[in-house]
């Protein structure tokens, strides 16, 4: 949750922002991002290797899988996974696979395993806890130890009601991954809001392409003259880096008492009453290494993420969240907001083919990035740093020029202390 002190902060940056005739003193400067990054295939099979394999991503919500006994197929991440809500309340995670001859040991996407998970191939029976619990005709194998043959686990957390996974059997806990954002991501509520709706889009590009366009404002006067600008001044927009790649961005209205959220707080619908100002009044929107991207409001709001299929291929997932709004179905109004967000949304993608066919010509050598596109090149950085610096080719690297001193909240300090000087000139 924000704090007075933060949000009285954010306000003097977005003053800061409107004042600036230039990027902040010191900012540095970005080499080209290598065109390779989004057309060479031994970059995203690096990306395959070493960083989706290490990075905590959103799996499911506990909304799919409310009940004792539920699980849910997960395997957008190109990895089969079974998540299933235990009989002791607890959310875990296995690799689909059964220990016999790797059948998988569900194929519905969702269903209800009340006495254990049973393979369809030989009718190997797991526990919720993974555990193999039985077999049939034991008697044919020889010494053979079931307790050394439990499903693969999968590293799980819940974020409120939000599961996330972590292939790695070593990953830091995902308060530690997500740093300061675990805490002021808490007056949204996760624990009790609502999923609206579920949907997923296939786009054809790269999966940073798709997600770098919703990771910067200055397009916004291009692609949004009559959805996003008239709304958004993105002229205050602050951007805040954090460890481990992930940012903030804070966006004020154009209109200083207008509400922010796609179904518009003053309505007859339950708020989330502890989102505050900033929330309230900018568009407040959260990037989460790798792939999560979500502008925040008070009453609904979408958590976008990005999926690569292929180098060129990409999975678009969209979930939308409330505050619980009671009995019967989901408002109407939640109907028409998530038509509008569709069509930004078809606003933000109309490109993104004719931009990977232009990535793979001849004539693109790389990406000039400025000041307010800092997020994405903050991305690239910590990919890299992920992979390994060491094994990304020269030709292929982003090299790390964001220092320190322009991580969070290193950042804030600087940036007022910048406005302090101008005010004073």
């Not at 003053?15 to 970005?30: A, I, L, N, T, V």
């Not at 006994?69 to 991440?77: E, H, K, T």
């Not at 990953?171 to 002021?184: C, K, N, Q, T, W």
């Not at 610096?389 to 982003?398: G, Q």
């Amino acid at each position: 949750m924000l704090t007075q002190e933060q949000i009285r902060d954010i306000r003097q940056q977005i003053d800061f922002e409107f004042k600036r005739k230039s990027p902040p003193e010191g900012f540095p400067k970005f080499p080209d991002l290598p065109a390779g990054r989004y057309n060479d295939e031994e970059f995203f099979e690096l990306e395959n290797k070493h960083y989706w394999s290490k990075v905590w991503m959103l799996a499911g919500t506990l909304d799919e899988i409310p009940e004792v006994g539920n699980y849910m197929l997960w395997d957008i991440a190109r990895q089969p996974i079974v998540i299933v809500h235990g009989k002791d309340g607890v959310v875990r995670s296995f690799y689909n696979t059964c220990r016999h001859r790797g059948a998988p040991v569900v194929t519905e996407k969702y269903g209800t395993a009340e006495h254990g998970l049973v393979c369809g191939y030989h009718g190997w029976v797991y526990s919720h806890e993974g555990d193999l619990v039985g077999m049939r005709d034991k008697r044919d194998f020889v010494d053979f130890d079931m307790e050394c043959r439990s499903l693969y686990p999968v590293k799980t957390e819940m974020f409120g009601k939000l599961i996330f996974v972590n292939f790695n059997e070593d990953a830091p806990s995902l308060r530690d991954y997500m740093g300061p954002i675990y805490d002021e991501l808490q007056e949204f509520q996760f624990q009790n809001l609502r999923l609206v709706d579920h949907y997923v889009w296939d786009l054809h590009c790269n999966w940073k392409i798709a997600m770098e366009a919703n990771m910067e404002v200055y397009h916004v006067k291009s692609i949004h003259p009559q959805t996003v600008d008239p709304s958004l001044d993105y002229r205050g927009n602050v951007n805040t880096l954090y460890p481990h790649g992930h940012s903030r961005m804070v966006a004020p209205n154009r209109v200083a008492n207008r509400k922010s959220g796609y179904a518009q707080a003053g309505t007859d619908l339950r708020e989330i009453e502890t989102v505050g100002e900033i929330g309230r009044t900018c568009t407040q929107s959260y990037h989460i290494e790798p792939n999560w991207v979500s502008p925040l409001g008070p009453v609904l709001f979408p958590v976008l993420h990005f999926w690569p299929v292929n180098i060129r291929e990409t999975k678009y997932e969209i979930r939308w969240f409330a505050a619980d709004w009671g009995t019967g179905p989901v408002p109407e109004i939640f109907r028409k907001q998530i038509e509008y967000f569709n069509v930004v949304i078809t606003e933000d993608t109309q490109f993104g083919d004719a931009i990977q066919k232009s990535v793979d010509s001849y004539a693109f050598k790389g990406v000039p990035l400025c000041y307010q596109e800092a997020r994405i090149y903050h991305m690239h950085q910590n990919i890299d740093k992920v992979i390994g610096a060491n094994i990304v080719p020269a030709h292929l690297r982003a090299e790390p020029v964001i220092g320190e001193e322009w991580i969070h909240p290193n950042d804030t300090s600087e940036r007022l202390r910048q406005q302090e000087a101008m005010a004073a000139e």
